[in-house]
């Protein structure tokens, strides 16, 4: 199958850059599927799984927390606001996360709720992700 390069870059790190057959990733409009030769296409990412399909076949998924995605002709770049592979993700202290910000929810003013809902969404796809692996 043809592949195509990929770079997902954090402002922290490049997470993965290499050849890919195949991504998934988490649209605002909905979950896309890219193949190599797909056009190109600027979007923006939400908090969700980002799957990638190597060109041995093993599959690495990433838990993503945003961010933008461009396709080009030559590569596709994901810039994310923050990503960690499967396997780097601490499950404890994403439910330790969880849990803080679950309790934060009842006591948080009106104008934190959202930031607060997004924290809760950002760790239980940390945790999702990272069964995945398993």
């Not at 499950?91 to 934060?104: G, K, N």
């Not at 959202?114 to 069964?131: G, P, S």
């Amino acid at each position: 199958m043809p592949t195509f390069n990929l770079e997902l870059v954090t402002p922290a790190r490049v997470l993965f850059e290499g050849e890919v057959e195949s991504l998934r990733a988490p649209g605002v409009e909905g979950s896309l599927g890219l193949l190599a030769g797909h056009a190109p296409l600027l979007t923006e990412l939400k908090v969700g799984l980002v799957k990638l399909v190597l060109p041995n076949g093993a599959q690495e998924f990433v838990a993503c927390s945003g961010g933008f995605m461009e396709v080009t002709t030559q590569k596709t770049i994901i810039l994310a606001d923050a990503a960690e592979m499967a396997a780097d993700i601490d499950v404890e202290r994403a439910r330790r996360a969880l849990q803080s910000a679950e309790s934060a929810l009842g006591t948080v003013e009106p104008s934190g709720i959202a930031d607060v809902k997004l924290q809760i969404e950002r760790a239980k796809n940390r945790i999702n992700v990272a069964q995945m692996r398993i």
